[in-house]
């Protein structure tokens, strides 16, 4: 018995958007750097890959990849700006760059203006093109490849640099931490993770438009993550799960779905501030009694400080 | 000539809204440091509020107490019921809350009232008159009225009274202020209380102007008064005002100028940061205020 289809678009959407907020965990949960506007580098990579492909005919991989680029390249000057501000400053800075790049892409006929951008081609493999379940494994396929970038840099020295910068700044570049650098490659980073799931999305729907990047989308993205923990890769899947498919389970209050993620990023931050997944967070710990009470947990407390 | 005189009012009289909305802004970060975005929502629930009440009873003064009444108490509650317990987080934190709830509260209205635009029709001074040569309706001339009058009076109650004084204290150096016996949380209140009921007012004179209000009217505007308080210097109450005119100006004259290079909204997100990254004390400010 075949899967239905709905089914099939909803699991490619959580791993969209399971990108983008693994993406804005990087930026935000690891290195500290707010980034409100994620959706904008989203849309700088839809747009990329959208016109590489749809207008200039060419493979849809090589879109991909240059919408990663781009996006990398945007967030790194986002990066730059971000030596200069902090916190709120910083906040409202990537709030005003969401709604510029939104204009942008409205008022220029290259990003389609206000039509968009149609007849975005479907990647394919071998000439079978991609759609439906192929389309699902390619989505998550491109996920597992970006977690496990995720993970290798979480155990590494730039994952360290990363939380040292969060922590305390001064005490970073005290011990040798180049903050100006991690804090470039910080936002670089989870804005090519921005950019592919932009790219993603264009290509999963064939049709962009620059209504498709508005800031409450950014909004979204950060109660995902918010809400699987900012500090958790797997929290970050789970925070897509749950933004993706709740609305959808709860059909009759679509119209409130807005609200939803408002009220799901108060409720967050008043009675789980780390997250439903984040290092000490509730349902964290639940889970870890759970698995050992079945055998499951690895012994001693290693598992401190592996977020994943 | 006339068509300067027109793009100026209409500058001027948009300026003025934006002003409204941004002292209130500006009072709330000066003292707690919070970007306050939910103050976008306050304004529309005032704007609704008025429009209510005008409904019913067909009087504009009533229709402009009721808002800043009901815009007054729910800033009032905002900062009860969600800022007070944040103050001790990362500023970003309450700052997330701030859109949250803006974003609630825009939803709710549109739930209550219709996503759609309703029209809101006052009557009260709307005719044209001839300014030198130019057809100017007055309905502009009032609002820029208002508003100044309105900036005067808080400018003054924050300077001139005793409450005013102890709220730039505290907005200077909270513990000090405290040991030397002001009461911060009154402060706080009076200034979300005085902040709020001048977004009401904003609300009805948005409707009034427009003659429409809208559910999504505070979308851009919650951004954009961010963009005025950093054009004034943080905290200030005449930079605000005069930040939100100089505002309203640039984008009737460059939209008026270069129609098809970017659309209106865009400029004030250019301004704010370009001044973040330059002159982030606002252009009237001191290095020392940032």
Redesign the interface.
């Known amino acids: 018995m075949p899967i239905p289809e709905y089914y099939i678009t909803l699991a490619t959407l959580v791993g969209i958007y399971g990108i983008a907020a693994l993406g804005l965990n990087i930026t935000m949960g690891w290195a500290g750097q707010?980034n409100?506007g994620q959706a904008g580098f989203l849309g700088i990579g839809a747009m990329t890959s959208a016109i590489l492909t749809a207008k200039l005919g060419l493979p849809v991989g090589l879109g991909i990849a240059a919408a990663a680029l781009a996006a990398l390249v945007v967030g790194a000057v986002m990066g730059l700006?971000s030596i200069?501000?902090r916190?709120?400053?910083l906040?409202?800075?990537t709030?005003?760059?969401n709604?510029?790049v939104v204009?942008?892409f409205?008022?220029y006929d290259v990003f389609g203006g206000s039509y968009g951008i149609s007849n975005i081609p479907r990647p394919s493999i071998g000439g079978h093109e991609l759609r439906g379940p192929s389309y699902m494994f390619l989505t998550w396929g491109i996920l597992a490849l970006l977690v496990l970038l995720a993970l290798r840099i979480q155990r590494s020295w730039m994952g360290l640099a990363f939380n040292l910068v969060r922590e305390d700044e001064n005490l970073a570049s005290a011990v040798g931490v180049d903050v100006r650098r991690m804090k470039v490659l910080a936002f670089a980073v989870g804005a090519m993770y921005g950019g592919v799931a932009g790219a993603l999305s264009a290509h999963f729907k064939g049709y962009i438009v620059f209504s498709d990047f508005e800031?409450?989308y950014s909004?979204a993205i950060?109660t995902m993550s918010?809400l699987g923990g900012l500090d958790s890769i797997a929290g970050a899947i789970l925070g897509s799960f749950i933004v993706v498919v709740s609305p959808e389970v709860f059909r009759p209050l679509m119209?409130?779905r807005?609200?939803m993620?408002?009220?799901?990023?108060?409720v967050v931050?008043?009675f789980a501030?780390r997250g439903l997944l984040g290092k000490n967070a509730v349902a964290r710990r639940l889970l870890e009694r759970m698995m050992a009470g079945y055998g499951l947990a690895p012994k001693g407390k290693k598992k401190e400080g592996e977020g994943g | 000539m006339a068509e300067i005189i027109l793009q100026v009012v209409d500058g001027l009289a948009i300026g003025s809204i934006y002003a409204g909305i941004a002292l209130g802004l500006t009072l709330v970060y000066g003292l707690l440091?919070i970007?306050h975005i939910a103050h976008a929502g306050v304004y529309v629930v005032g704007a609704y509020t008025a429009y209510m009440v005008y409904s019913a009873t067909g009087s504009p003064l009533a229709s402009m107490a009721a808002a800043m009444a009901s815009s007054a108490l729910l800033g009032f509650l905002i900062n009860r019921l969600?800022y007070k317990?944040?103050l001790d987080q990362?500023?970003?934190?309450p700052?997330?809350?701030s859109?949250?709830?803006?974003?609630?509260m825009?939803?709710?209205v549109a739930?209550v009232f219709g996503h759609y635009p309703k029209g809101f029709h006052v009557e009260f001074l709307s005719r044209d008159i001839s300014l030198a040569g130019a057809t100017v309706n007055t309905r502009k001339i009032v609002v820029f009225v208002i508003v100044l009058a309105a900036t005067l009076l808080t400018w003054a109650l924050t300077t001139k009274t005793r409450l005013g004084v102890a709220s730039q204290a505290a907005a200077q150096d909270a513990e000090t202020a405290m040991t030397l016996g002001v009461r911060i949380p009154l402060i706080i209140d009076f200034n979300f209380l005085l902040g709020s009921a001048l977004a009401g007012l904003a609300g009805f004179l948005y409707g009034y102007y427009y003659g429409v209000i809208s559910p999504f009217m505070g979308g851009?505007v919650a951004?954009k008064g961010?963009?005025v308080i950093?054009l004034g210097g943080f905290g200030s109450v005449m930079g605000a005002y005069l930040g939100g005119i100089i505002l309203g100006l640039v984008e009737q004259v460059m939209t008026a100028l270069y129609p098809?290079?970017?659309?209106r909204?865009?400029y004030a997100?250019?301004a704010?940061?370009a001044l973040?990254?330059f002159r982030?004390y606002g252009i009237f400010g001191r290095r020392e205020m940032a």
């Open positions: 707010v409100l700006v200069r501000l916190e709120d400053f906040a409202i800075t709030i005003a760059f709604f510029l204009y942008i409205e008022y800031f409450p909004i950060l918010i119209q409130y807005r609200v993620y408002g009220v799901l990023i108060v931050v008043f501030p | 440091r970007l969600f317990p944040l990362p500023r970003y934190v700052l997330m809350v859109i949250a709830l803006f974003i609630v825009e939803e709710l739930n851009v951004y961010l963009v950093v098809h290079v970017l659309p909204e865009a997100f250019i704010l940061i973040l990254l982030p």
